[in-house]
């Protein structure tokens, strides 16, 4: 057993780059291995850890921007030394001369393997969740609090936009031809823009035409609630607001049944109807500082998680919408980017703080005016930051609301979908959340018309030309796979759950990537804190849990005469159980809500068999697993 247990970052890249050695010698020959490693150990110690995982994604990026042939590689300008009358780094040097010419563009036949490996070496510590700073923190609210400013402004614009699609329906004038238009201005001028949400509108209309928002079987999420009730207390209503209740009565909503109803009505006085906020909390990201999510009241979130399954049914069942638009499934996303980047015929776009800069006042212009009061209803009006300041939303929903999600795509979707040119290009458009894939001919004027309502578009990171795509987490070249492998969890010494399972994946990911040295280094670790590892030859049923390739066999072992099978005592992942027993009719409750049964005479219009919505063996209705708090234990599998 190794007797080390720290892994140190650097090492890994060291690794790493044996591994690019073993597959590359005779590109990237040992005394190139060597002075590389000693460049990464002489950065590391200079910059520290930032090396690792801001000044070579930094220069991934660079490279990123390079493969699309928007920009040069200019290596000199991220740190980097460059080589001899060459823009190109000497820093790996090798490969990127397998890709760019000396003055930093692109060869007529890059090599798609090359920018697999500098991908690979570049950013594995960018996702990386370290402690952030209070200035990265203020950068994230002081962005929040911008978006919120922007859209205050665009108030006014779609008053405008509003006035002047009523006054076309009342004079029923001419339809404005945009599409006949060549220039990106005349696709965002107010006539074009009023046809294009008159067609988005339209199709939303038609999207939801038998929606019933009453139809819905309301449930939990799995976050945090502003209001800070957990587990069963989640079940016990306190406090329901006057806005849900105006849409969604508490007998009909909140309860399991009429003998429920019954049996508490003397109870329902207690229950207050205060309109709570949400509350503003930070999360870990990557290199880069934290993610602002906005925890809902429990009772919003009740009703937007049960409103937020019945449009997912809808839409991803619908022929209007289920090739276009999804929420469950991220392959054909991937699948475009891949199928993009081999012709170049398909783009991706990236838009940024997607989901604060839908705004309520786009909601109300694009979405039938039937939805406009289950989603009013079950929106939070405000949210508190950090510092205790509340601050009045005029976004729709932020990241944090069950309704972000659906509502942020489906308007993305209506949008582009209603400026299309024609039928080609309105079927091949591919929206996931805010992960949009659109044909290259079409990506400028989806660029402008997106912007013209106010939606942001990181044209850095949308790629247009050239053959390099990403999009759900596949980044693609030339129709290759160069997604790297990216390691989020820290490293501790400490045995913990999260460290084991997170870093068994990631060895297997670059044993996969045939980084056998790699794989050889964090298994070393791994197991001198955690003891031998399960592999793959063990057939456990606990897949995420064991190695691809064995490294020892040291396991106790016995053979189960009821099973007929061979058993091994191996370390399983287990959360901690809570037993809290409450009112028979809430715990009722629960089981309708978690099973997916309606939990009272609702209609069931909206609902399609969905066998995920039932938990896997059973569910006690008393037992609760508590977040975090999951432990390794050994068992026999």
Known sequence: MVSNKSLDEHIVIHQLLCDAH????????TRALKLTCEKVSKRVRLEGLGFLTKTLPRLGKCLDQALTGSIKLTAAQHGFDTMPNSELPRFLGEFFSQIFLPDGSLLPNPDANCVKELRLILYSFYKYELPYSEAQTQQVIDGFKEAEDD???AGAHFAILQSALLESFKRRRRRFDYRARKSTDSLTSLDALVEITRGARALLTKLFQRFNGLNIIPRHGPGVVSTGERLSQKYLWKNVSHRITEVYPYDAY??????????TYDSFDTVT???HSAKVILVPKDSRGPRLISCEPVDFQWIQQGLRQAIYRLVEHDELTKHNVFFTDQGPNQRGALLGSSHGRYATLDLKEASDRVSLDLVHLLFPGHLHRFLDASRSVSTELPNGEKLTLKKYAPMGSALCFPIMALTIWAILTAA???????????VYGDDVIVPTAYAESAMAILEAFWLKINRAKSCTQGLFRESCG???FQGVNVTPVRFRTVWDESPRPDVYTSWIAYANQLYDRRCYSTYLYIV????AIYGPIPDASMNLSCPHLRLTSAT???????TCKHLQKVLYRVRVEESSLVTQVINGWNMLLRYFAETGNAPSNHAKDNREPAAWDIPSGGLAVSQYTKRKTSLLVWRWR
């Open 22 to 29: 073993a597959s590359w010698s005779s590109l990237f020959n």
């Open 151 to 153: 859209l205050t402004r």
């Open 254 to 263: 909140f309860c399991a049944s009429i003998g429920h109803v019954c049996d």
């Open 273 to 275: 109807n205060t309109d």
């Open 420 to 430: 299309a040119p024609d039928a080609d290009t309105r079927e091949s458009i591919l």
């Open 474 to 476: 596949v980044d693609a």
């Open 524 to 527: 070393g670790r791994l197991e």
């Open 552 to 558: 020892k066999d040291s396991f106790k072992r016995k």
